[in-house]
């Protein structure tokens, strides 16, 4: 892949340091963690030694250590220059955080020229192993989906296109064959990151109903669905609590989430019902079974597709750790998102055709919480492609 995403240029920097931290790159499926690194490492021309923990047999502690002690022998004969380790899906080794902590502090302590990074596509179990054990010796770097620009300068993407096929770049060779690019989406990245990244990682009591929800959310992403609902759909004699749970875990992999509503005090914001948001438009597509063309005739879900790009734009961020990202809602008056950042505030509203629509709700929300920004995003407000081009911080900048 001959584009570079612009994380590289921060792995890089951190490798040519002399202090050492280990480095840990997370983010979904499919979205170039390992090209990434792969880049990086060639261009710093250090001897580097990969391995990958994503194979049928889970790999046990000693395979860390094993994989480690070669990576010394490699960074000794090098010298001064020293090498670099990298383990690929790290989190698929049970207790790997523990193994790691050890052989880090030991050549934290022989000052071995050994610089790791390890890499995971389920972040937020990673952040369990990380804050328990290797608290203070580690930087993450999180690679989210692909933005539009990404995808516009890496494949020269319309607007449209992104919308529809949303930002997975090992899927875009496939767009000329529909049929063909679905199916990669559903069962290559949809149900390896179910199966691998959820369920084999994580005590799931129903998973089947953890797979309904999944495509529930995407049906339904940039609506607000009650719990109650929710189970109504599913069929299921289940409760909130479990789906909440459910629904974390398919964000924790990076899939789909749901937005709290915004409110002064956590103990409101979880309470409230969640608004579904896919976290890459690709994965609402896929599951609708209409082709491109089909789904552009259809005036109604490509307004939900242009929202749910603007929401999974904002929901990225939220999930690399730049903002809080919420809905707002009070009788028939609502708010799409909220994005928090500190002690500022933006509300966004995403207007998908020039007809005329009340915007109260935005009115409302400013006289009551005082937003630093009220952006209309669409219609007569900011071009789509020109909020989807830009990083989220750029909208909430002073």
Same mark, same amino acid.
């Given at each position: ?33 390992? &090209? ?18 994503? +194979? ?32 690929? +899906? ?33 972040? %937020? ?11 203070? %010796? ?44 679905? %199916? ?56 909130? &609590? ?38 890459? &438009? ?11 063309? +089909? ?56 207007? &998908?055709?020039?007809?005329? %629509? ?41």
């Amino acid at each position: 892949m001959a584009y570079e995403r612009p994380q590289a240029a921060t792995l890089a920097a951190r490798l040519r340091e002399r202090r050492r931290f280990l480095q840990v790159v997370a983010g979904p499926r499919q979205v170039g963690k390992t &090209t990434l690194v792969e880049q990086v490492v060639a261009s710093s021309a250090l001897p580097a030694r990969f391995a990958s923990a994503d +194979e049928p047999a889970l790999r046990g502690a000693e395979w860390i250590a094993q994989q480690w002690d070669a990576a010394r022998l490699m960074a000794r004969e090098s010298g001064k220059r020293g090498a670099v380790l990298v383990l690929d +899906e790290i989190q698929k080794i049970p207790g790997w955080s523990e193994t790691v902590k050890r052989l880090w502090d030991e050549d934290s302590r022989a000052r071995a020229p050994l610089k790791a990074v390890v890499l995971g596509s389920a972040p %937020r179990l990673m952040a369990r192993g990380l804050t328990e054990s290797l608290a203070g %010796r580690f930087e993450l770097l999180h690679l989210p989906h692909w933005s539009y620009g990404e995808m516009r300068e890496a494949f020269g993407w319309s607007l449209e296109q992104y919308l529809y096929y949303g930002g997975y770049p090992g899927a875009a060779p496939l767009v000329r064959e529909p049929a063909r690019w679905r %199916r990669y989406v559903l069962d290559s990245l949809v149900e390896t990151s179910i199966s691998r990244d959820v369920l084999l990682l994580t005590r799931v009591d129903k998973p089947a109903l953890l797979r309904r929800l999944f495509e529930l959310a995407c049906r339904y992403s940039g609506q607000v669905l009650s719990y109650t609902k929710m189970l109504g759909q599913l069929q299921d004699a289940g409760n909130a &609590t479990t789906l909440a749970h459910y629904l974390d875990l398919l964000a924790g992999a990076g899939m789909v989430c749901g937005l709290p509503k915004y409110a002064r005090g956590a103990a409101r914001q979880r309470a409230s019902s969640p608004k579904l948001q896919v976290m890459n &438009t690709a994965l609402l597509t896929a599951q609708s079974g209409l082709h491109f063309d +089909e789904a552009r005739a259809d005036g109604e879900l490509w307004g939900r597709l242009a929202e749910s790009a603007v929401g999974a734009h904002l929901a990225n961020a939220a999930a690399a750790g730049e903002c809080g990202l919420f809905y707002w809602r009070e009788r028939n008056r609502e708010v799409d998102f909220v994005v928090e950042a500190g002690r500022r505030v933006a509300a966004v509203e995403v207007k &998908t055709t020039r007809a005329a %629509r009340a915007l109260g709700g935005m009115a409302a929300f400013a006289a009551a919480f005082k937003p630093r920004r009220t952006l209309l995003v669409g219609g007569d407000g900011i071009a789509l492609e020109t909020f989807l081009s830009r990083p989220v911080a750029h909208w909430l900048a002073p």
